[in-house]
């Protein structure tokens, strides 16, 4: 259960330091932005963590992660400070979607943590080359990660998913099996 909420926790934060940059960027959107602001989170600090650790001079690190959250942080309570009063605007007049926003996230999320409950096995189809490309992202010291299945070699193809997530696992402290069983509810 503590997993559960870590992982919960670690997403939220990221919706809510995007929030302020979005609430900005995107004034033409009814509820501007906030109902993207936790997928855009996850890809902001994924993209800066995947470019930072691409160039071999930065690692793939929690530590790394966690000064790329911080940055975005520092951003955020900017334009937060920079827009506050609008934001409290928005916020006291649009709390209704907000609210219902927020719960059908919750009630979706936790509806699929509990069916994942029920099947956390990862021994389906592709599930086995999923974890093992989770792992390989999240352990690697640099990007691109070397390859689970063909030793020496290094992926050649698509791992960003898999370094989003394996952010998020590692931001929530959970192991990546757990983390990948998340990363699917």
Do not use: C
């Amino acid at each position: 259960m503590l997993d559960v909420v870590s992982w919960l926790l670690a997403i939220e934060l990221l919706g809510l330091l995007a929030l302020p940059i979005l609430f900005v960027l995107t004034p033409w959107l009814p509820d501007r932005g906030f109902t993207i602001a936790k997928p855009i989170g996850m890809l902001m600090v994924a993209y800066v963590f995947w470019v930072a650790a691409s160039t071999s001079l930065i690692p793939n690190s929690l530590p790394t992660l966690l000064v790329i959250v911080a940055a975005l942080a520092g951003v955020s309570i900017w334009l937060w400070w920079r827009h506050q009063q609008r934001l409290m605007e928005y916020l006291r007049r649009e709390w209704r979607i907000v609210l219902l926003v927020e719960l059908v996230f919750l009630g979706v999320f936790l509806l699929w943590v509990v069916i994942k409950t029920y099947d956390g096995g990862i021994n389906h189809t592709e599930q086995p080359m999923d974890l093992a490309f989770l792992n390989a992202t999240v352990v690697s010291t640099e990007f691109p990660p070397d390859d689970p299945w063909l030793a020496g070699e290094k992926v050649s193809y698509y791992y960003f998913g898999y370094l989003m997530f394996g952010g998020v696992t590692r931001m929530a402290g959970v192991v990546t099996s757990v983390g990948y069983n998340l990363a699917l509810a």
